[in-house]
């Protein structure tokens, strides 16, 4: 144990493990959060949920990798197929890069950049890219659709993300996640999301609406554009776009966990657990990714005026009046 | 065990490096299962298969067209909001040492932007359909 920790301060060593300890995480938010999509959604239905392949259905991700890797790939003849097979990627990249300057504890975080909130922003909204390009490349009228509503939806709703964490930053005078985390103390009412609970709202429904999760699934759309973007995907090509919308998901979780629950801060003082507070940071990731699940079953989409009526006339407004209150305020205490 | 990926004090341009070898090693991790999943699944391919989905339908018309203007209000109302948030970040960063001044440019620079989205919503550009 003493050898592997000392191996963690040589410098490529180090790059190494940690890049392979944050693929694996992705890979297996996103294999886990799938198992978790069904139980959820089963239980709140009041129904079982996958129950047949290993215990409790526990092993239904792996049996659904192994089939995914084993189906035919079909792509549409007239398609542009090099934007077409490049789409999950560029809808990959985005989600699995952000993890990068995502600290899970005091001293875990792979790159600590100091423009980390940027970063995080600049990253996220790549993923419309991806969309665009999934819609583009397939030619198919559904696709297309999805892929226009996708984008404009994506880079509307990237206005209320990006002027509701600037609360936080003027806050925390930083916009390193690390310095934001220990900005906000180890006691659950110096989080952030209490003073900055109008801008906490605001980018936790922008933030739903970035990933494309219900009530804001409208590039998908499956009731009535039939899946949208990704109607022409199969095989391996939709299992990374499915990757790459559970794993965006996880990283909005923690990163709303980083900016307003305090990170890996514990709630009360005589709870810090010293190394070992990560676990805290994945127990209110958890949480947050389970209000997630709970919203899809909860809230109905959302029509395309309601939508962008809700992103332009409701949240930007919000976040610039309590950019206005948070200024004031700081000038006044 | 405890978590610990110690982060040693590395330079500016080495963080973004990691970075760069990150995203490298994503997309060849991506692309490498791609290319796997080609060759280990079948593929037999046909015209009828090569065709787009349409709910059962043959495709009349090419999607391949050009698509409504609203959506460049949008692009372009975006635009306007993404560089004035660029613009309030480094201001919002040091606004604790800014004071009053800083307060005072804030609410002008806002306001300015704050009566743009006005205008554009009283013209109907934020109207969908």
Known sequence: METFLHLLEIEPIRLIISFAAVLFLVLNLAAVLTMAERKVSGYIHLRYGPNRVGPRGLLQPAADVFKLFTKENVSPGRSDLWVFLGAPIAMFIPAALVWVVVPFAPDAVVADINVAVLFFVAITSIGALGVVMAGYGSRSAFSLLGALRGAAQMISYEVPLILSLLGVVMLSGSLSLVDIVKAQGDTIWTWYFLPQLPMFVTFYIAGLAEVKRVPFDLPEGESEIVGGFMVEYSGMTWALIQAAEFASMAVMSSITVTLFLGGWQPPLPFLDLGNFNWVWFGIKTALIMFTLQWIRWSVPRLRMDQLMDLGWKVLVPITLIWLFVTAGAMLIF | ?129
């Not at chain 2, 490498?32 to 495709?59: D, M």
């Open chain 2, 1 to 129: 065990m405890a978590l610990v990926l110690l982060q040693q004090g590395a330079s500016y341009g080495t963080v973004y490096l990691y970075v760069g070898i990150f995203m490298l090693l994503v997309t060849g991790f991506v692309a490498t299962t791609l290319v796997l999943a080609r060759l280990i699944s079948p593929g037999r391919r046909s015209s009828t298969k090569a065709q787009n989905y349409e709910t059962g339908e043959i495709t009349v018309t090419d999607p391949w067209r050009p698509f409504p203007v609203r959506y460049y209000v949008f692009a372009l109302l975006f635009l306007v909001f993404d560089v004035e948030a660029a613009f309030l970040y480094p201001w919002a960063v040091i606004y604790k040492s800014l004071g009053v001044y800083g307060f005072v440019e804030m609410v002008i620079f806002v306001l300015i932007l704050a009566v743009g989205l006005i205008y554009a919503w009283k013209k109907g550009a934020l109207k969908w359909v």
